[in-house]
């Protein structure tokens, strides 16, 4: 096997045709349990290395290997062979080395303890279960992936980023009336002690409690509250508003709305490298920015948006860090350097879910929804998301409904937001290569279908 | 490196010595290719090279999945014997010798043209004439991007029964992505041109130019579309890709996995009626020219038909090496993940509403007020299903008249299956797409007749 470090030296000795080449590595280790009644019942390990080469003469080419064996400096020919067929005008731009952080080593405590992993997941599994009557069987994922990101190029540049994120996964079924529910709740940190079980369950019961029994109701405009996981759900698709990219070429709903009010005063965005409600940590990006906190969305007024090296320099600006390669599934492993978030979430206010149940007094508090791949028009912001929920009346849970649709205009939403709960709840996605976040939102008004 | 028999069996050997009486080895290589083609000018151009291998263990229903893509012989033994760590179990001893029986698969899809041998060139040019076709098509369009894939994937399996087998899948694609600006609002959509063939899939021009004026063709009247009220009405879906509706209202909650988990209503139905009796409802890997299909699954079995339901009956699951353990069932053939960092699971693979024997224009003309699907994006399946309707119209009278937008259809798919009505005579398969679970991205079709469901929830305002 050729040795990681060739690569460094391969970029220092690049034939002369090519002008400049970038490397970067990423390593994946993966720690999984699964328990059922305190039993291990499945567990997986993983190791992985990718190495994506992209290489420019007068245009750029990329290179992917998962081949351990292969030859650094030919992935590195090879990206530069693929450059030749590009009739593109354009060619990439790479980072130069950022002053304090070359050679960023990040230390983390590697170690993995599989009865930590097990006695957590049994204790997590007890607790769930012991939470509801209605609760029959819990199973519990506990995971540790430990990922380290190094971008290194022939300019100089070698920034590389560690994380070690523990994670638990509850999958419950229960029975109520003789009828069979079932929920997921997930939550990471950097130490298991810091995953608060107490959360997890109560978005256990509300979930649960937003299913059992439900019935019809009647369409109409409703003042709503959007659970939180509703919200990361919208927003989790919803992101790519924000993209450089597609703010650029005019796909977004919000293209040519930079520094105008798309939102009420209660809608803040913000996009940061680290929080303390998960694990994750993003340091640097896939082409070596360093990751920025910063502002999208500043009380109803665009600032800002997500922008990758290319992105940024077509708009006199510099990168906010944000290169990255998942969109959305593809079926192929994505290779194209891209625009996508870290952690991205709307800010949290200061009431509790129950206080603005009592603000909402008459409406629909919606619990869940599903499938929003499919549901959101980026490009119109249209959407029609499947949900389901529980009617309040006098600020109190009166009964639950489901088969409805909620409909209209993302920029409509972020309008009507009157306030924002002070539950924000963040969650991995996409291949753990960037988290969403959101707190429950009440809105004026949100058009409600159902039949 | 290439593994020698030997030592492969050392390999099994060592996962095994913890106890456990199962053991696999999956070694995959794939290369894909990926261009990128925007404003008349191809943007990139990526090769990509996949390789690795994951171990499975079983242990009666205890499983454990350990992979890695370093294949160097002392890594891939130390991976193994994380494996065995983790099982830990010393109830069971395997003590046999292992000695592998070559047993040849024998893919239904025949390939020609191996994408490799052609030219870089040569798959510009189609991505040239696809972007060109679809411009041709409206002049509202402000971005558009094709793009081409091409995957030539060798898996090999090992395991602790002695089977030595491999099979070769290839596939070509293109995707179209493009918006659309009516002055005041944009609007998006993408779709795939998808071939489980080599460069022979383009050797007939006019299905890929065909396809790309019927993407931007639909996209452009989607700017036309109009808001139904929320109703419930009868609901036409089309013969061909509309046979998504299956595969989320029953084909994810038929799956082994979803079964053995209790998260699904099909659990302890089988020999139960659970559709309508115009509902016969099939798996089968095994077709030739459709792009879930195989020689085997990705745990060796070769693939094979499958009645789900027949005539409103359930009659079977999807089931997988661990899921037939579970269910006390035999391996249907749909052990199935997207690569060697997937445990295999119950997956569909092409399924299908059988052929019916009612008249197509009858289930329209019978309609005085309803909702004609002609095309279905992705969704979400399980106890209450979703799917996005990319192309939807309003019958009224009998006839099939304006254009609708923003629909979304949800609800349970064991109470609308009853609801059939209609299943017409002409049975039309589709290109195929991914589909998304737990052991990754599996390329699957999903088709049918035009189908009636009598009465469901409609709505987008």
């Known amino acids: ?451 | 490196m290439s593994l020698s028999e030997n030592q492969v069996a050392k390999i099994l050997e060592t996962a095994l010595s913890s106890g456990g009486d199962f053991a696999e080895l999956f070694i995959e290589n794939k290369d894909e290719l990926q261009i990128k083609y925007e404003d008349e000018s191809v943007k990139r151009l990526t090769t990509t090279r996949i390789k690795g291998a994951g171990i499975y263990l079983l242990s009666g229903t205890r499983s454990v999945y350990v992979y890695t893509n370093d294949l160097s012989l002392d890594k891939i033994m130390n991976t193994a014997k994380l494996a065995a760590e983790l099982l830990n179990q010393k109830n069971s001893v395997f003590n046999r010798n292992i000695l592998f029986e070559y047993r040849k698969s024998n893919n239904p899809n025949k390939f020609i043209i191996y994408p490799s041998s052609v030219e870089h060139k040569d798959k510009i040019n189609i991505l040239r004439e696809i972007s060109l076709a679809a411009k041709s098509v409206d002049s509202r369009i402000v971005q558009m991007a094709v793009t081409y894939f091409d995957t030539d994937q060798n898996i090999s399996i090992y395991n602790s029964e002695g089977l030595f087998t491999w099979d070769r899948r290839i596939s070509s694609r293109v995707r179209l992505n493009a918006t659309i600006s009516d002055g005041a609002n944009y609007y998006d959509d993408w779709d795939d041109f998808t071939r489980p063939q080599g460069f022979e899939a383009f050797n007939n021009k006019s299905d890929y130019i065909t396809f790309a004026k019927e993407f931007i063709k639909g996209l452009a009247s989607s700017t036309e579309g109009i808001s139904l009220q929320s109703c419930n009405v009868p609901v036409v879906f089309e013969a061909g890709a509309c046979g998504t509706f299956w595969h989320e209202t029953c084909g994810h909650q038929l799956e082994a996995s979803a079964i053995a988990s209790n998260n699904s209503d099909f659990v302890g139905m089988i020999g139960k009626k659970v559709a309508s009796d115009k509902v016969t409802l099939i798996d089968d890997g095994s077709i030739p020219g459709l792009y879930g299909t195989s020689g085997i699954d990705d745990e060796g079995h070769p693939t094979q038909k499958n009645i789900l339901i027949e005539n409103g009956i359930l009659k079977g699951y999807l089931v997988d090496r661990l899921g037939g353990r579970l269910l006390n069932m035999s391996s249907t053939g749909n052990g199935r993940r997207q690569s060697y960092s997937y445990a295999p699971t119950s997956r569909m693979t092409n399924t299908y509403l059988a052929a019916g024997n009612d008249d197509e224009n009858e289930m329209i003309k019978s309609i005085d007020k309803g909702v004609f699907v002609k095309r279905l994006g992705g969704g979400t399946g399980g106890r209450e299903f979703s799917l996005a309707v990319k192309e939807g119209y309003l019958i009224e009278k009998g006839e099939i008249t304006k254009r609708l937008k923003g629909l979304t259809l949800n609800g349970r798919g064991i109470d609308l299956i009853k609801r059939v009505d209609r299943v017409g005579k002409k049975l039309e398969n589709e290109g195929g797409s991914f589909c998304g679970a737990s052991s990754g991205l599996c390329p699957v079709t999903s088709f049918q007749p035009r189908m009636r469901i009598s009465n469901m929830f409609v709505g987008g305002k």
């Open chain 1, 1 to 451: 096997m050729i040795g990681l470090e060739n690569y460094k030296k391969a970029l220092s000795e690049l034939p002369k045709e090519i002008n400049e080449a970038e490397v970067n590595i990423e390593t994946n280790e993966n720690y999984m349990l699964t328990v059922s009644e305190g039993e291990v019942v499945e567990s997986s390990y993983s190791n992985t290395t990718e190495i994506f080469a992209r290489a420019t003469g007068e245009k750029t080419g990329f290179a992917y290997t998962q081949d351990l064996s292969e030859d650094p400096a030919e992935v590195i020919e090879r990206a530069y062979r693929n450059s030749l067929e590009i009739t593109d005008n354009k060619r990439d731009f790479l980072n130069r080395p950022i002053l304090g952080h070359n050679q960023e080593k990040i230390r983390i405590n590697c170690n993995v303890d599989i009865e930590e992993m097990k006695k957590t997941a049994a204790s997590l599994e007890a607790h769930v279960l012991a939470s509801h009557d209605s609760i029959e069987k819990v199973i519990v994922e506990s995971r540790i992936d430990i990922t380290e990101s190094r971008v290194f190029n022939s300019h100089g540049l070698d920034v590389s980023s560690c994380r070690k994120v523990n994670y638990l996964k509850a999958d419950v079924i229960a029975q109520y009336k003789g009828e069979t529910y079932n929920t997921t709740c997930a939550l990471s940190a950097t130490d298991f002690e810091k995953i608060d079980f107490s959360f997890m369950i109560d978005m256990i019961i509300n979930q649960l409690e937003g299913k059992f029994g439900a019935g019809s109701f009647e369409p109409g405009e409703y003042p709503v509250l959007l659970d939180k996981t509703v919200g990361v759900n919208i927003l989790m698709t919803a992101w790519q508003l924000f993209s450089g990219i597609k703010y650029l070429e005019g796909s977004s709903a919000l293209s040519g709305k930079l520094y105008n009010n798309i939102g009420s005063e209660n809608f803040t965005v913000y996009d940061v490298p680290a929080h303390e409600k998960t694990g994750y940590i993003y340091r640097c990006d896939c082409e070596g920015s360093v990751s920025q906190a910063h502002t999208i969305v500043d009380k109803g007024r665009l600032v800002g948006l997500l922008h990758n090296i290319s992105t940024a320099s077509q708009m006199n600006t510099k990168s906010t860090g944000n290169a990255g390669r998942y969109a959305l599934l593809s079926g192929t492993i994505p290779t194209d350097i891209i625009v996508t978030p870290k952690i991205l979430y709307i800010e949290k206010g200061e009431e509790s879910v129950d206080t603005l149940l009592k603000e909402l007094n008459n409406g629909v508090y919606i619990t869940e929804s599903y499938d929003v791949f499919h549901s959101i028009n980026i490009a119109s912001g249209d959407f029609s998301i499947p949900c389901r929920g529980i009617v309040i009346k006098d600020g109190k849970k009166h009964r639950t409904i489901t088969g409805m649709t909620i409909s209209g205009n993302l920029l409509d939403l972020f309008k009507n937001i009157k306030a924002t709960a002070n539950d924000l709840y963040i969650e991995e996605f996409l291949m753990k290569s960037y988290c969403i976040g959101s707190p429950s939102l009440l809105l004026n008004k949100i058009q409600i279908n159902a039949g």
